[in-house]
């Protein structure tokens, strides 16, 4: 039998210095008939104590507890502090992660978990997990994993809270795998499925993520977080992730990874994102049998409050997209509805990062900029360039002196915009270049109102050296019974800019269409359509726009252009805005 009444240590030594990194926890192995008492067993990662940087901190190690379970069984539970964390966590969401901690059994297990007695921090790896499920779960300042062959089937009676700084619940995830230098994605190796019937909070830095599984590529269950009541992100760095990090762009090779499956979060009630609080949620690719690789459902108001963000992100090789359906929504004044950037992925030269990469100097999507060996005008010669995304509108170069077009091309439908922008391409000859991504697809239905005061964009991505191109702008595709946009309200979907206007091509302007529908006062449908650049230049019944509000699907804009030997224009081209309102009459089937 052990007793442990004081500490059981194999922490890391914290470091000073402005680059130094501190060492990951160790490992503590204990193996028992029973173990008692109210100390502490640790094996933590420990800080840079100089500038408290969590990207300097050090990973959890690994602590194991092996007990016989039916003697453990006939005593009361422990008060032990057990925990294989990291000793800091901010908002930096850094890149040390949590340990392993493996125990005999389920018996350790609460639903309430702070930092002063029971399991403080870990992946959680259990001999039997039996079937334990918690009715609720709280989480106070300890980061917890739990794996997704245990939380594939949850139905949670009451709610989850997470709060405090180090406070995170991680579903899922219990898999790594490399996909270039310095980054190795999370996944799931079963589907997560949660049900709660309760409410579930994020506050005082709280985060909660929810990690998809890896697919072969077929029409799979979708991991879900079901809530029955309000979801509420209430303070800054309050975070909740769907999907998980993406591992199967082409960097990562889709021939080895199908990709992952779709993410879906419904939500009864309200889901408030508030305060500096961020959503962010990843598209799957997807296949044909589903429309969309992720799917929000708002039964109640969707709200992004002042200094919030909501982040939807397509998948970058094959576009799967995200979709919201929602009883209304409001963007608050200082709120972001946020899809830039992230649409189709940049070209990239691969022969820097990894052997894994795989080199492809063309942008994702169907606007993709290409690689340009060489553009000649005059006695100029520009070498190894890469042509801007285009979507609404073309990326530059749209014509060259050769007659070649290496434009990104213009896709899509300008009244109904259901994809996101398209990436720029690169030089192809061995450097470390990257294209602009394309701005992503914020695609929103509404059974009520859309109201708007604060900023809704798809942009592209602007060319990041002199010899890429940027992205497209996205998609913005907002369907509501009435739509309102005060005077602070801003929606863009501007292709990226070239790089200091140097050898590169800016992206084309993305698509902007707002969509209001209403039964019709008399039999048959009635349609007014406005097409514009800014806003409606005529009264609309269920449409009003402020006078200051900004509407902007530019192309992106050269800034330095090589002055009298440049044949190509100052700008890619713009995209399309374009407001409608349908009033349709109702169908009657009479049966006899």
Known sequence: DVLIEGAVSANSERTGGASRRAGAGGSVWISCRTIRGAGIVRANGSMNTSNGNASLCGAGGCVAIHYDAAAQAELPVPDLRISAGVDFYSKTRGLSDVGTLYLTDSRFLRETYNTQRGIGGGRLILGDWGDWTPASLSLDDVWLRFPSAVCRNWHLTGGISVTGLSGRLDLGGETFFMVQRNVTPLVSEETVNVIVDGDVTLSDSGRLSVYAAVTNGLAETWATLDVKGDLTLSSPDAYLELGGVCPTNRIGSVTYFGGRKSVRLNVGGDLRVLSGARLDVRAAMTNGVEAFGAVVTVGGTLQIGDGAKVCPESDPCNLGSVAFDVGSLV????????????????????????TLLVKQAEGEGPGYGVSVYALKYGTKTFNRTGAGGGYGGRGMFNEIQTGKDVSGRSYGDAGLPLLPGSGGGTRSDGWDRTGGHGGGLVYVTAKNAITVNGKVSADGMESISSQSGAGSGGGICLRAASFSAGATAVL?????????????????????????????????????????????????????????????????????????????????????????????????????
């Open 331 to 354: 963007v608050d004044e200082g709120g972001w509805l946020c899809a830039d950037r992230r649409g189709g992925a940049g070209g990239h030269e691969a022969s820097k990062l990894s």
């Open 492 to 592: 863009t979907a501007d292709g990226g800019a070239a790089y200091n206007g140097r050898q590169s091509g800016a992206g084309g302007g993305g698509r902007i269409a707002v969509h209001t529908s209403r039964p019709a006062p008399a039999s048959g449908v009635v349609m007014k359509t406005v097409r514009s650049a800014d806003r409606p230049t005529r009264s609309m019944q269920w449409i009003r726009v402020a006078a200051d509000a900004t509407f902007s699907a530019r192309g992106g804009t050269v800034t330095y252009a090589y002055e009298d030997d440049w044949p190509y224009g100052t700008s890619a081209e713009d995209g399309t805005v374009r407001f409608e309102e349908v009033h349709s009459a109702g169908i009657v089937f009479m049966v006899n």
